[in-house]
Nanobody
Framework: QVQLVESGGGLVQPGGSLRLSCVAS????????MGWYRQAPGKQRVLVAT???????NYADFVKGRFTISRDSANNTVYLQMNSLKSEDTAVYYC?????????WGQGTQVTVSS
């Protein structure tokens, strides 16, 4: 099994920044990619950004130009730098990782954007 542990969430004012981190541990076999999803109250979980083992990235339109995903492959860690945060970015952010025959989710970290 692969365990994912997120950190870095919290309360921030509109226009502020946060950096989320997610570390994968356990029986990691052929980690193909990692990413972030989010779920706002009363809404479905949606993709925010992903990054492959080769470094290719994909972003949801609503975060393009504001969020940046990166990874430290040597330490099986993925980051999400979030800038220019808006109130609508408030959600629980979940880390996601996948390989050839497995995937795993983290427990989630709360991000609240409010003045």
């Amino acid at each position: 099994q692969v365990q994912l542990v997120e950190s870095g969430g919290g309360l921030v004012q509109p226009g502020g920044s946060l950096r989320l981190s997610c570390v994968a541990s356990g029986r990691i076999f052929r980690l193909y990619g990692m990413g972030w999803y989010r779920q706002a109250p009363g809404k479905q979980r949606v993709l925010v950004a992903t990054i492959t083992s080769g470094g290719s990235t994909n972003y949801a339109d609503f975060v393009k130009g504001r969020f940046t995903i990166s990874r430290d492959s040597a330490n099986n860690t993925v980051y999400l730098q979030m800038n220019s945060l808006k109130s609508e970015d408030t959600a629980v952010y979940y880390c996601y990782a996948y390989g050839s025959r497995w995937d795993s989710w983290g427990q989630g970290t709360q991000v609240t954007v409010s003045s």
